[in-house]
């Protein structure tokens, strides 16, 4: 009995061994399944850290590409601003000439003016004048011509008809010395 009861001892601690082999397995299956899981995820988020790294890389690369647009652009602002505040220089200039000319022509408009009203006035002088010569010979005409002995007013009367009027402005012309006014 004795080798019975050693046998079904040692049956009992196989089964035992059995049970804790099959049990280790399961749990060494169990934990390499859970180790490769693990290792699927570390996988995983390697990539996603790779794909992370990548697509920073890729938001920097396009970062960079829109600071060096934005600095293109910053120039072509500033350049505009730099011809647009020219361009405003010139046409204020241009303003600042035509209102020059502007004042230089209504000065010269203001003295042709006066010239024309300072001629006008000679006209009218000369033709004042004239009219006083008319009206003196005609009263010295006949008292000359009642004298015998005094100078010869027909040589006079020649040199103060020679006085040529203006371009046919002189109205008087028509007058006869030799008639009588009253």
Not at 63 to 76: K, N, S, V
Not at 83 to 110: F, K, L, P, T, Y
């Amino acid at each position: 009995m004795r080798a019975e009861a050693v046998q079904n001892k040692l049956k009992k601690c196989v089964r035992k061994q059995k049970k804790a082999t099959s049990k280790a397995r399961r749990e060494s299956d169990q934990t390499y399944e859970a180790l490769g899981a693990l290792y699927a995820q570390m996988e995983q988020e390697d990539q996603q850290r790779v794909a992370a790294q990548e697509a920073r890389a890729n938001d920097q690369a396009i970062l960079a590409g829109l600071q060096e647009q934005l600095e293109t652009a910053r120039a072509e602002v500033s350049t505009a601003r730099r011809q647009h505040d020219a361009v405003d220089n010139r046409v204020a200039n241009i303003r600042i000439e035509r209102d020059r000319h502007r004042d230089m022509s209504h000065a010269q408009d203001r003295a042709e003016r006066s010239l024309c009203q300072q001629l006008a006035q000679a006209q009218l002088q000369v033709m004042n004048l004239q009219h006083e010569v008319h009206y003196l010979n005609n009263q010295l005409n006949p008292i000359l011509d009642g004298e015998e002995g005094g100078p010869n007013m027909e040589e006079e009367d020649d040199e103060e008809e020679e006085v040529d009027p203006e371009e046919g402005d002189d109205p008087i012309s028509d007058l006869d010395s030799d008639h009588d006014e009253d």
